[in-house]
């Protein structure tokens, strides 16, 4: 940890915070798969909580390891982007209907703007649809209080508790108040079948519970006063949430601004705040969900659904030109990703583009850049594992040379089980393992190939080529993509082959070697 001042602040980023938040909660597991912007959370907690610390395969694994140590009676976070939560939503959904016994918080760091993520999804939705309460920071200090909050509420109703972030506050710094941390809580193993096992004979009375705590939700964030009216008297308002109330007491002061920081929340504030106001603004990150509110109860409400606010892409003080009607400058120009100088992926994908696929399915991950020119070498991109799925799909629609592109770290993380489905139904592709060492989109993170641990130590360790057998592909190869010829002549033949053929095209990305020096790897 940075040195602590005389007053007991220090510079931490939001993703810091919450990290502090969760030490300071007395967490005993804090659990994640990398993803931009939430990554830094867990990178933190390894270095500076003394619990235990872990990445997992993939954000579903993460959020089951979390409630199992619920389970046990201690305090567990798990911590993942947006896109994360979709995979991790089959745990969350049922695991509100089950409980939970220690407190468990779910840390949620969405991207409006998509800067490093395939869309713009509002993770408020998921809660609202757990029934599940979920807090909203508007800055690094407000993080870290509330994810503190949160594993108390957590525990009074037994029930996940989400925290929502955004790209800006998870990645901005501010001057953070420290606290003591609190104990661990005690080892106490729960065995209560009835409300431990979702089976049908349990589930009506466990969603009858869940529905009977949503008033009392409801009242705890009124006596809470974490959603308030702040400068009121102004003739006009702005309804803000998150971020956009940090923008709102900068540049709206001439405004009454009602802050939304938790939800499920009575929509008589909002019909209190809004009566008798000649206009009310809405300012929330992602989709209009306050505002849809708002509307209900006054018709001077703008915002994205009035169409006087972008649905798209994220909230920024220029904002304010248009609540004062102001003529908007030149913004600064775009700087897309690119594919770093002396990338193995780039020869890799020149020698696959020389044997000509039909169609070339990609994944996410870095290497997705190989999409864009000069190379535009891949066709696809949808969402972790899919490539592998979708070339399945095409190849057996009958198109020959079909080529599926993923990395190693997503491989582990979603694309078994589509390799061992193409298996199962007889495809015929080419799948073309990325293995460069490390999650190297996010940070050049460890994983399970590389037998480090999050905390930089060693783990149990997996054998890449040892899982693709074992799914039953025809053949598997190990290739160095520097050596040119050979990758380009093992590709052709390959692409030509029958069935389920895999190549792993294994070279260290060249930002990593030097952490993967100090690993001995």
């Avoid at 901005?172 to 079948?193: C, F, H």
């Avoid at 989709?287 to 920024?316: C, M, N, T, W």
């Avoid at 999050?454 to 050596?483: M, T």
């Amino acid at each position: 940890m940075k040195k602590l001042s005389a007053n007991n602040k220090i510079l931490l980023s939001g993703n810091e915070a919450i990290g502090r938040g969760a030490i300071e909660a007395g967490i005993s597991l804090a659990t994640s798969y990398p993803g931009t912007p939430a990554t830094e959370i867990l990178e933190y907690l390894a270095e500076h909580a003394s619990c235990k610390v872990e990445w997992a395969i993939n954000e579903k694994v993460a959020l089951e390891t979390a409630i199992g140590a619920s389970y046990a009676g201690k305090r567990a976070l798990v911590s993942m982007k947006h896109v994360g939560l979709n995979v991790a939503s089959d745990a969350l959904v049922t695991c509100a209907y089950l409980g939970v016994y220690g407190g468990l918080v779910i840390v949620v760091a969405d991207d409006p703007g998509a800067y490093s993520s395939q869309n713009e999804q509002d993770s408020r939705f998921y809660a609202q649809f757990a029934k599940i309460p979920c807090l909203e920071p508007a800055d690094a200090q407000e993080a870290k209080d509330m994810v503190k909050m949160a594993f108390g509420l957590s525990e009074k109703f037994k029930l996940p508790v989400i925290v929502r972030s955004v790209t800006r506050i998870s990645h901005t710094a501010m001057p953070v108040s420290i606290e003591e941390a609190r104990q661990e809580n005690p080892l106490k193993v729960t065995k209560d079948p009835a409300s431990m096992i979702a089976v049908p004979s349990h589930i009506l009375r466990l969603h009858k519970i869940l529905n009977e705590k949503q008033p009392q939700i409801i009242k705890w964030g009124e006596k809470s006063g974490l959603n308030k009216i702040l400068n009121k008297g102004k003739k006009k308002g702005i309804i803000a949430s998150g971020l956009g109330a940090d923008y709102a007491r900068e540049y709206g002061r001439e405004y009454s601004l009602l802050k939304i920081s938790f939800y499920p929340f009575p929509e008589k504030i909002i019909r209190q705040f809004v009566k008798g106001q000649k206009e009310v603004w809405v300012l929330e990150e992602g989709e209009p969900y306050v505002e849809a509110i708002a509307r209900s109860y006054s018709d001077k409400v703008k915002g994205k659904l009035s169409g006087d606010i972008a649905r798209e892409g994220e909230l920024g003080p220029d904002i304010f030109k248009k609540l004062r009607a102001a003529k908007s400058k030149a913004v600064l120009p775009k700087r897309p990703p690119v594919m770093c100088q002396g990338c193995p992926h780039r020869e890799l994908y020149l020698a696959l583009k020389a044997a000509e696929p039909a169609f070339t399915t990609g994944d996410i991950g870095c290497y997705t850049l190989g999409a864009a020119p000069p190379l535009s070498a891949i066709d696809t991109c949808l969402c972790m594992g899919a490539g592998l799925s979708q070339a399945a799909g095409i190849s057996n629609q009958g198109v020959k040379k079909v080529a599926a592109v993923i990395g190693d770290s997503t491989f582990l993380h979603a694309g078994i089980p589509a390799l061992i489905s193409a298996v199962y139904n007889q495809a015929n592709m080419l799948v073309l393992i990325l293995d460069n060492s490390s999650v190297a989109m996010t940070g050049h993170q460890p994983t399970p190939l590389t037998g480090i641990t999050a905390r930089g130590r060693p783990g149990g360790k997996v054998s890449l080529e040892e899982i693709c057998k074992a799914c039953g592909v025809n053949s598997v190869e190990v290739i160095d993509p520097f050596k040119k010829e050979e990758t380009a002549a093992l590709i052709k033949e390959k692409i030509n082959s029958p069935g389920v053929n895999v190549i792993i095209s294994r070279r260290p990305c060249i930002l990593a070697y030097r952490k993967l020096r100090r690993y001995n790897l």
